[in-house]
């Protein structure tokens, strides 16, 4: 079993909110438009994101959590899986969740999905950057 690499927009936001942890892999930031953005493999586990302006870390989906976690003082939860079903819990949010996943997985990142979303509203609440900005955002992170 292959742990799950953050896909291209989870890459973007967690360099965006800071993350600068060792990756084996990492995206070319070039590619954020890109239908398939290739997905690169180096020979050494390093920061990326302070390496090269024009890469982007890509942990694993168990490294971004774990970060979010240690770095971000996150608490976060797999609280139930059944299979079909996920039901978490993250912060001081008391409204769990609930989401489908096959596997335990796609759970992770359903809760790393849940996660960016909480972290990238509160950015760009903090910083006072009105809707249509956001939206011109999204175009960078699909």
């Not at 790393?112 to 009105?130: H, N, T, W």
């Amino acid at each position: 079993m292959e742990l799950e690499i953050v896909n291209i927009r989870q890459a973007g936001l967690l360099k965006m909110f800071g993350f600068r942890w060792k990756t084996l892999h990492w995206y070319n930031d070039n590619e954020r438009e890109s239908e398939k953005p290739l997905l690169f493999i180096g020979d050494e586990v390093k920061n990326h994101n302070g390496y090269d302006c024009s890469r982007i870390s890509a942990p694993t989906v168990a490294l971004a959590l774990q970060w979010l976690r240690h770095e971000k003082k996150y608490k976060m939860c797999i609280c139930e899986y059944r299979g079909d079903t996920i039901k978490t819990s993250y912060g001081n949010v008391t409204d769990d969740k609930w989401g489908r996943a096959e596997t335990y997985e796609e759970a992770e990142i359903a809760l790393l999905d849940m996660l960016l979303e909480i972290i990238e509203a509160k950015f760009y609440e903090d910083v006072g950057v009105e809707k249509e900005v956001r939206l011109e955002d999204e175009k960078i992170f699909k």
